[in-house]
Structure formats: C-alpha cells, structure tokens
C-alpha cells in the first residue's frame, strides 16, 4: 500500500473536518454541513455526466483505477538494471539462443515479449517497432483512467455551481420569509463546498498520482527497450550498464551498479 497517498487523503479531510468542529461543534457539522439533496446534485451529477461521455465500460474501469494510486508500483529500476546485466552476460557467453530459457523465468511480460523477439532472430528496427507499439498501447489505456479522473474533477465544481444556482432560484423564489434566506443560503453554498472538496480532495489527487505512476512504468518500460535492443546489437555489459544507468538521476546511479557488469571486456 502507498502510505503517502492514504495519509495525504485522511489528512486532508480530518483537517477540514477538524477546522469545523471548532467552528461549530459536531451537532453543527450533522446539521449545517449534511445536505443529501446536495450530494445527489454534486455528485451524482458530476459522475453521470462523465459516464455520459465514456463507454460503461470505460467508466468502470475509471473507478476501478482508484484502488491503483493506494498500491505500491513494483518498479524497482536497480533489479531491472541488474536483470538487464545479468541476461547480457549470459547472451555475450553462451549466444542469443540461451535468453529463450531466461524468459521463462521472467514475470515481466513485456520484458519477456522482447526477449523472444530477439530469440527469434526479428531484425532490432522491428523489435523496437513492436516493443514501441506495445508501450503506446499501455499508455493509452493509463491515459483513458487519468482522463476519467481528470474529467470528473472539472465536472464536480460544475455541478456544484449547478446546485447553488437551484438552492438560489428556491430561495429566491420565497423571500417573503426573512428568517429562511439565511439557511437557504447556506444549504445553496453547500454544494459548491461538495464539488471543490470532491476535485481538490479525491480526483485530483487520485489524477496525479496515476500520471506519477504512468511515467514510472513509461521510463522502466524504455529502460527495458535500450536495455534487450543493446544485448540483441552484442554490446558490453558495462556499456549497456553506463547506458542504462542514464535515465537515473545521479544520486541513484551507485546504487545500481552491479558486480558482473564488466564481467566480459570484449
């Protein structure tokens, strides 16, 4: 679990929380910050809008990408480095051929699919055609979930101004009575506090953090690409390490080098 965005989230809310409570206690929370009518415009408008605008499937498969920003992405550059390494040592060895038994020990399925490619003797502009294509299309689909998000978020402030607009026509609609202008009011406000919480709070947040991991996978995805392309052009191991270790920031370089890099000086 990624425990940033599950304190960034609590946190958050329990400090909007915190600050009206002592405002106006708990019984003014229930009272003055609890509008049902408010949520069904507020959110149930924002997110029928946007299941208006996207197949059902797509819509499920938005709202299933929430559970994503709360997993840790098994992204872990240094092994993929060393893996990279590892399998350059074993092709300049013992030849290309030998890779096919590696693969089947591989969980990465992306990684495997150019492994085979190589095995199979594609032609290296092919291999990084196809292995490109494939990154397109995992981009594509991360893409359609931000999309989801990002769409909601502008959707909620939208049906929150919507809902204020209705709360005013009502009150409006009945100013003879003073002393009923003051809670309508607020009860029209309420749903504009509804649609910024519900974009700055979740959709937001939940946008960003899957752009975050997107661009995550994209870069480990490339560093796969150069890494299978160099051992399928015969390269030295320490060459493709140096090659590699580029797309690190400078700091993390150390930390991915490996003992057998340099193994074969070709």
Known sequence: MDIATLIGMVVCIGLVLFAIIQGAGISGLVNNFVDPQSVMITIGGAFCAVLASNSMKDFLNGL????????????????????IISLSNVARKEGLLSLEEAAGNLDDQFMKKGILLIVDGTDPELVRAIMETE???????????????????????????IGTLVGLV????????????????????????????????????????????????????????????????????RVIEEKLKSFLAPNERGNASTEDGGGENG
């Open 135 to 161: 990154l397109d299309s995992i981009d594509n689909r991360h893409k359609k979930n931000i999309d989801f998000w990002e769409n909601v978020a502008s959707m909620g402030p939208a049906w929150g101004m």
């Open 64 to 83: 299933k990408a929430i559970k994503m920003v709360l997993k840790t992405p098994s992204l872990n550059i240094q092994e993929i480095i060393e893996k």
């Open 170 to 237: 009502n009150m409006l609609q009945n100013m003879s009575d003073a002393a009923s202008i003051g809670p309508a009011m607020s009860v029209a406000l309420l749903t504009t506090l509804y649609g910024s919480l519900m974009a700055n709070w979740i959709c937001t947040p939940v946008a960003n953090k899957l752009k975050a991991n997107n661009k995550a996978e994209m870069m480990v995805k490339e560093i796969m690409i150069e890494g299978l392309l160099s051992i399928q052009a015969g390269e030295n191991p």
